[in-house]
């Protein structure tokens, strides 16, 4: 039932379009037959690979011994371009443009516009992508309410520009998803200013080295380094106005146990740092560069 | 310095491949036109091949990144000596003065192929300027980095720094990152550079142009020569408004080209299709054309694993799917033996790094 359910979920959109397309192709291959054997041919090829390639990603025992030979490709097991699903559809559609076009304008317009209220309908610009309403509305209250206290500061001080940040790697990539001017330091810009770039990760790597604490999982290792992001004295060398900070304190139970050796006062930190705290929700921290 | 730096990119990712691809892409295919994209990106699929080979061989004996880049250097190179003086000798003896001129032009492009080349490049302006990546593209540059700073191959896992747990195995025999940062080593241009900028501004028309490649020869003749311009116009315009959700082909091949992933679906996959259509279509052709299409689809395979777990298991997957078809349309079933044959060393692979 699962395998079932997970086909049904992550079937495609155009399965439709992409079935029609390959009986168009199969019925161009019978048209050709006689006029242009190579074309046929090449119209049987594909049609005939399309349907084989749909039938086998459908079959579930295939799913199955894939899934078990390699579990991390259940997520791609279904990616279409295998399946040659554009070009199929857009090879269809320009036949029976073509064919449409010799029967009447009429028959023409109707065809195209059927194709793109198809691919209206069916289709979402892909520059925004499908997962940011879903990622929107995974931002916890306590994020939100972060987002809002930066957002309000900044309008407080009159800065109506890009809102430079530095934080926890999955709420800098939910911040810029909650308000458009939040420019997270991240990706893009660490490609812009690559020098800036390597020597931070260079740091960051042996800083973590350093975490490694006998006896520890890399997992515990990993859960509790997030809360620092970046070492403290990196904090400086970035150019951005606010840095968001997992109040260790607030973050873990046996807070006092790991930093017995090694306190961590985040806001003595940052002071020296030249930056402010400016407010602070229940597990975070918020800290604003002072100017000058 | 930058120019420099960009110019030695481009000779690596772009100019050594299409010499590479001159080695085995024929001239008497490429009589009539030079034939740029299918030379390119079989030259892509040898190198890549071959930089995968020497990575998984070169793990198993322990050896650095920065050793295995070296080798790759001194053959790749080699290569391209040998594709340069095919090229020189096609130029020269097969296609002379009067063909010359057809041979290196494109050809004229009607309203639709324009339309869909401003489709094209609005992409590319898209992913250039407006494209923030995700962390899981934070991972790969940090494998990349690891190799550069620390000689590193697929040895440990890049994400949140953590130098102290080993990569996971299906990591392990993708060699893209690597290769990255062998770009970056041999150019000195930063390889978020060279993925993040260079990867889609040189290898997103070669995507199209494969792609386009596949639609001439279903199209090539129909409705007066412009359904060729039509299918690149539907083609683009789809690739924008295809975004239906995350593993859909549109977002793969316009949004992340640099991930291994998504350079599977936008040249390995029309590749693979480009070589099946060889292999199990074409009659006309001697024994030395046969085998050098079946080593090019060989060599695809290994790309596709070079470029991921998903490629390798989807690429073969590709190619069982293409011989069934082939066999059946053509009745030749002795093409069965050549065609498990190029999937032998996938297997090889995952006995030994993944079973």
Redesign the interface.
Known sequence: MEVILLFMKMEDKYWGLFLAALFFLFVLCLMYKDRDEKKARNYLFLSLYGVIAYLLFLCPPVYAAVTKLCPQLSGYYELSHVQMMVPVMVIAAVMALEAARKEGKGRMAGLLAGFFVLLAVTGDFAYVPAEDAKWQAECSLEEKEVFDLILRHAKDRGDDGKIRIWGMEELMAKSRLYDSDFQPLYGKDIGVSPEKYSALQQAMYQCYSAYDVVGGTAINIKDRLDALSVPPHQYAELDCEYVILHDPKKQFDDYEEFFKDDEFDAVSYFSALGYEAVGRTEHMLLFYRQEG | MVILQGISVFFHMCVIPFLVGCILVSAKEAEKKCNVAVRTAAGLMVTYALYEILTLAMQLRGKGFREVSQMYLYIVLALAFAGLLFFGYEVVCKIRGKHLKNYLLLEKPDGFMIAALVLIGIQIA?ILL??????D??FY??LS??SL?YDYLLEYDA???????EISA?YKISALPVYQAALSLFSGL?H??IT??LFPLFYMPLAYAL?DK??K???EK??HGK?RG??MF??A???????????????????RIWQG?AL??AIG?PFL?IC??TV??EEKTGIGRQMKGWFLMACALLACTFMG??GL??GV??V???T???C???KKWWKLIPAVLCCVPELLI?VKF??
């Open positions: 898209a407006m494209a923030t990546p995700d962390k593209d934070a540059s940090g980095s690891m700073s994400y949140n720094g953590n130098m102290v747990k299906r930063h978020l550079v993040h900028n792609y596949i639609g020869s279903f199209l129909e409705g359904a039509k299918f539907a083609f315009l789809l690739h924008m408004i295809g975004n239906y959700y995350v593993f859909s082909p549109e977002n793969f091949l316009v949004t992933k599977f679906a996959v299709w099946g259509q199990f279509l777990e998903t298991f989807l997957f590709m069982a799917c293409q069934m078809a082939g059946l349309v053509t995952v993944l079973m």
